[in-house]
């Protein structure tokens, strides 16, 4: 009989202006076994609804211990808040714990940001819990990208595989969506370009765009390669106008 565990690393993503101050990070734990009445996915999908449930009742103990000014209305906005929360489910398999690295999401501080989540194990191999710590890539990135793009005819952008920017030396696009958002449809070659960079890790192409958004579109030319951490990939690209600079 094999017992299937999931962790959920919940991202509460306060609503309300009161609460903005912070993002909170809230660990809950589920598990189930597997065995000739339960098939893997049957066992998964109990683990998981496990997991969420431990959730709700640690988040709820949160709300009334962290709440300073014990007002209804105020914990109902938290509440809610958690209604809203984004959801990482970090998974184990066969015993072995890995640390993992989110998606981007809009942390309440106001950047997007990710969070890394590493396990910690007590000295008999018990997972005990995770240390988390919550960045964003815009502002780790810009201190580095920036002095060298600033003196160079390129644009530098890094793209998750769902098309999200998460990072773009124009921050107006930082946090747009390739394939969704309204700026990029009049541009269908940069849209299947971008499919293309989603699922190849490293390549090379010719696209028209803005050379900034609000000038007349040229040709630019694009490349790409893949940089990761914890299994989360990120596609790194340096454009430029195709008549400008050699590769």
């Known amino acids: 009989m094999r017992k299937i565990l999931f962790v959920l690393a919940l991202l509460i993503l306060a609503a309300a202006p009161v609460c903005a101050a912070q993002s909170t990070i809230k660990i809950a734990e589920g598990s189930a076994c597997m065995g000739d009445d339960k098939s893997r996915k049957q066992t998964e999908t109990a683990a998981l609804t496990e997991a969420k449930r431990n959730a709700v009742e640690s988040v709820r103990t949160y709300v009334s ?71 964003a890539p815009e502002h780790l990135l810009s201190s580095m990208i920036g002095p060298i793009s600033a003196y160079m005819p390129v644009s530098i952008f890094l793209m998750q595989t769902d098309g999200l920017f998460i990072y773009d030396v124009d921050t107006k696009q930082i946090g747009l969506n390739i394939f969704t958002d309204p700026l990029y449809q009049p541009f269908p070659e940069l849209v299947a370009l971008c499919r293309r960079m989603a699922a190849v890790r490293e390549r090379s192409g010719v696209y028209r765009f803005y050379r900034k958004v609000g000038e007349a579109p040229i040709t630019k030319a694009v490349e790409w390669r893949t940089v990761e951490l914890h299994g989360t990939p990120w596609r790194l690209a340096v454009a430029f106008a195709k008549d400008g600079v050699g590769r």
């Open 65 to 135: 211990s962290a709440t300073e000014v014990k007002d209804f209305e105020l914990q109902k906005d938290l509440v809610s808040a958690y209604s809203n929360a984004t959801v990482e489910v970090i998974e184990t398999l066969e015993k072995s714990w890995y640390p993992v690295l989110s998606f981007s999401f809009q942390s309440v501080e106001g950047p997007r940001a990710v969070v890394i989540h590493h396990p910690v194990f007590s000295k008999d191999r018990i997972f005990s819990g995770s240390v988390s710590a919550l960045f």
